[in-house]
């Protein structure tokens, strides 16, 4: 009886609200002088990453710490996989010395819920599979965008948000489309064909997910662009001619937003390829959130670790 956070496909609007209202009252935490409450004291969180991760690993640890966990993080580098041991094996071991959540990012679509299913006791929560979900990189992108129409009095309902570039292969447009739609909002998937094949927007239940492979098209009148690393570690054959070629085509530049987008404000989940998915200038310009995005995935992450340590505690309390 231990509640994960694995995805966000089939999450309603309140459940998705809950967790950015929670990270809205962790935010001002990061801004204090002395930046650490007794929430988690005691509970230990495991981070075992599989896959090489800047912001995703050193938010879960900073979060966990922010909120006075222990905090352990293991890298497939450094551990026993090396040696052999199978997935199941590692993540057996690990729970035998009794962690509260198990943070895990691997390159196997669906290790997050595999894990989830051969564990008793602790919370897991998918910091990235494969191609398939990265729950709270969405969470992290729809807590930046909270926090940018509130200035102008909107809410994040009725937006009309474009994803560009390799969709096929990237779990941070998974999530991030599923969010989209339980908020109701339009979405636009843009791209080459290899990368956005038609048949995609069927998968999110057709509606309001559109296929566009022109990009001036894709970003007519968007409110939000959100560019997407191309993903060469993911990609087993030739999706693009060349990545020159690619950035010719569907590089996001100030001068196309300007002309097409002129209100739009730009994510991207980092790491950024300078000039291939988006303009330095793009990227460093005025209407970049990429670093109010990193900045927020501390606060998203503490609200995770809380509400599902918190529900875990609930359960303790309803067997007793
Ligand atoms: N956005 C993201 O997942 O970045 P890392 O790979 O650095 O964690």
Redesign the pocket.
Known sequence: MVDHLLGIEGLSKNEINRYLDAAHSFVEVSERDIKKVPTLRGKTIVNIFFE??????ASFDIAGKRLSADTINVSAGSSSVKKGETLLDTVRTLESMNPDILVIRHSESGAAHFVARHLHRASVVNA?DGAHE?PT?ALLDLLTLRQHFAKSKRSIEGLRVGFIGDVRHSR?ARSNIWAHLALGNEVRLVGPPTLVPSEMSAVFGGGSVHVVHNILEGLRDLDVVVCLRMQLERQDQHFIPSLDEYSKEYCVSEKLLERYAPASVVLH???INRGTEISGEVADGPRSLIRQQVNNGVAVRMAVLYLLARSAQSHEEIIK
Not at 52 to 57: E, F, N, V
């Open positions: 090489p991760s800047t912001r995703t690993l990235g990265h990189q941070v989940p980092g790491p």
